[in-house]
């Protein structure tokens, strides 16, 4: 997620949640969808393979673990979560180098 996404969830979340209303969002990685595909053409499974490869999960996500984690905001199970840049990159983000939020 870029710094410009975090800091408009958190804002959106302090701004709004005084009149009850919740703001989060996901922060996806790579993601094996159809339009990922597109986007190299011939060579996308080798691409998402060797991603996948460099990741502590060893996969990478799909639509339906993107599609749980937006429910999950949306749920009350998730009533106490405001301004969370929720990742769901299947472990990338601990293999990026730090960054400044």
């Known amino acids: 997620m870029s710094a410009i996404s975090w800091r408009f969830a958190r804002a959106w979340a302090a701004e709004l949640g005084i009149r009850g209303v919740r703001v989060n969002a996901i922060s996806p990685g790579l993601a094996n969808t159809p339009m990922r595909g597109g986007a190299f053409d011939d060579r996308a499974r080798e691409m998402l393979e060797a991603v996948a490869a460099?990741?502590?999960?060893?996969r990478?996500?799909?639509?339906?673990a993107l599609a749980a984690a937006v429910?999950?905001?949306a749920s009350s199970d998730s009533s106490f979560v405001y301004g969370d840049p929720a990742p769901t990159d299947p472990g990338q983000g601990p293999t990026d180098p730090p960054t400044a939020p």
Not at 54 to 58: C, D, I, Q, T
Not at 60 to 64: E, I, L, Q, T
């Open 54 to 58: 460099g990741l502590p999960s060893k």
């Open 60 to 64: 990478n996500a799909g639509p339906d």
């Open 71 to 73: 429910t999950f905001l």
